[in-house]
């Protein structure tokens, strides 16, 4: 069974920092690109940042606009696990944050919730 549980998420104010963690399973982790998303209220879901997987720019980041200079991902492939650490987070980072991998198939996690408010 395929599985992604999203950790870390919580309640933290403006200039704080805020670590997120996906554990993986189910499927042959280091050959996917993991992605995170999120969905703020009453808008879409956005690309956040994203991993490649081996055989593909092996461990190349991208990052939206938005979050450049603030927030890092990284993955352990030994450990099936992908991190995005958030720092200087800001009220509008307030959202649902999913875990997603690509690759032969698409795997979502449940989502974690980050609150950025004072």
């Known amino acids: 069974e395929v599985q992604l549980v999203e950790s870390g998420g919580g309640l933290v104010q403006p200039g704080g920092s805020l670590r997120l963690s996906c554990a993986a399973s189910g499927f042959t982790f280091r050959f996917y690109a993991m992605n995170w998303f999120r969905q703020a209220p009453g808008k879409e879901r956005e690309l956040v940042a994203g991993?490649?997987?081996?055989?593909?720019?092996?461990?190349?980041?991208n990052y939206a606009d938005s979050v450049k200079g603030r927030f890092t991902i990284s993955r352990d492939n030994a450990k099936n696990t992908v991190d995005l650490q958030m720092n200087s987070l800001k009220p509008e980072d307030t959202a649902v944050y999913f875990c997603?991998?690509?690759?032969?198939?698409?795997?979502w996690g449940k989502g974690t919730l980050v609150t950025v408010s004072s």
């Open positions: 991993i490649t997987g081996d055989g593909s720019g092996g461990g190349s980041t």
């Open positions: 997603n991998a690509k690759g032969r198939w698409d795997y």
